[in-house]
């Protein structure tokens, strides 16, 4: 064994120096286990404090009252589809001046009732009847040269039975007569066509009804087809609804609907008149046609919409505002064994009960009870305590 202070000089420098590395190593490892023993310390730690707050949710009971969830019925679901649309008058018109010229005694105005062949306006007459008062000189005058071709045929008749005249003369007359004739009735179809522009300076009515647009004022010139006014008849309302070619299918003449019109507190019902049997160019949608029930306060234009039924299914079914869709696939949260379990379903037709949207479900038994969709989103295993309230 050496002593250090016999070892040469450079020995012991050299020693010194194996033994500060053996040294530092031993104090990197030291160093480097008390980092794994931290580590793994706080990583159990906070383990247990996970598995700890886990075992208190799970504990958790949440209460529920019996309103807070529905059961699975098999009901009947009302299949309908839905429409909207404008609502329009089964009759109306447009009155038009028939002539040109200038427009009076126009009184009427949007909102006033008017009776069918109710005399609305006049187109000032002066020129028209000066037209019809020549026309009937014309007819007049054509009227005595048949007159005159009549005597002059009757003389020449007579003068060729005594042998004066020759054939020929008689010929002339004859079409003399004939030309004086189709002279007459022109005169007259004429004397027909004034009369005719002369009547139809009396604008009228042609539908009771309402007057709906007032186009034109008093004194203001109007031209051939100018537009005047215009006249609905509320008595007789309905929808015009576009469909697709798929929903057509399902929609016959009969058929009810219930709509919502726009501002009315009551909804009301309509049925199914007419179907075009051609489709609309370009959207390729059908037009339904469906007759409104009377009702008060109806007006052409309101905004209507709601379900036309097709039929009724009958099918297990659950409120539609029950289904979550937080998930790839709609489920439902169902209480089982007082436990929460989140259920996927498949989705089925859509109907109304008693004005509830309902919807038919697949993958659940009848009598399941399913936690209300006004109920937030509970974890999956959560414990249930069902408290019976007052409905």
């Known amino acids: ?3 250090l202070h016999s070892l040469p000089l450079p020995r012991l420098l050299d020693f010194m120096k194996r033994w500060m590395k053996w040294a530092l190593a031993a104090l990197v490892v030291a160093l480097l286990a008390v980092s794994v023993w931290r580590a793994l310390s706080q990583r159990k730690t906070q383990e247990e404090a996970v598995a700890n707050q886990a075992a208190q ?8 009252g019996s309103a807070d969830l529905v059961p699975v019925k098999r009901l009947e679901l009302a299949q309908g589809i839905a429409i909207s649309g404008a609502l329009k008058a089964v009759n109306s018109a447009i009155v038009k001046a028939r002539v040109a010229g200038e427009l009076q005694g126009l009184s009427v105005r949007e909102g006033d009732s008017v009776k069918a062949g109710q005399i609305i306006a006049r187109v000032d007459a002066s020129e028209y009847q000066a037209r019809v008062r020549q026309a009937q000189q014309q ?3 054509a009227k005595a040269q048949i007159d005159i071709a009549q005597r002059n045929f009757d003389n020449n008749r007579s003068l060729v039975e005594q042998g004066f005249i020759s054939k020929t003369a008689l010929d002339s007359s004859v079409a003399n007569l004939a030309a004086a004739e189709a002279t007459y009735r022109a005169a007259q179809a004429g004397t027909e066509v004034a009369a005719k522009s002369l009547e139809d300076t009396v604008l009228r009515a042609p539908i009771a009804g309402l007057i709906s647009q007032r186009l034109a004022q008093s004194g203001e010139r109007v031209a051939v087809d100018a537009r005047i006014v215009e006249i609905v008849d509320l008595s007789r309302i309905e929808l015009e609804a576009s469909l697709s070619a798929t929903e057509s299918l399902a929609v016959h003449l009969g058929q009810s609907a219930v709509l919502q019109i726009e501002g009315a507190a009551m909804p009301v019902t ?3 008149v007419r179907i ?3 489709t609309t160019v370009g959207s390729r949608a059908v037009l339904v046609y469906l007759a409104v029930d009377a009702a008060p306060g109806l007006r052409q234009g309101l905004f209507a919409q709601g379900t036309l039924g097709t039929g009724h ?3 297990l079914a659950l409120p539609l505002s029950a289904v979550r869709t937080d998930k790839p696939q709609p489920y439902v949260q169902i209480v089982n064994n007082n436990k929460v379990t989140d259920q996927y379903i498949e989705l089925g037709a859509r109907g109304e009960v008693d004005g509830q949207s ?5 993958g659940l038994s ?3 009870s399913v936690i209300i969709g006004s109920i937030g989103t509970l974890r999956e295993g959560s414990s249930i305590k069902i408290i019976q309230t007052s409905k």
């Open 313 to 315: 299914l009958q099918t």
């Open 270 to 272: 309509a049925h199914v």
């Open 358 to 362: 309902m919807v038919a479900v697949k």
């Open 276 to 278: 075009n049997p051609s």
């Open 1 to 3: 064994m050496y002593h």
């Open 139 to 141: 007819a007049q005058s």
């Open 57 to 64: 949710r799970t504990q958790t009971v949440v209460e529920l």
């Open 366 to 368: 009848e009598g399941t």
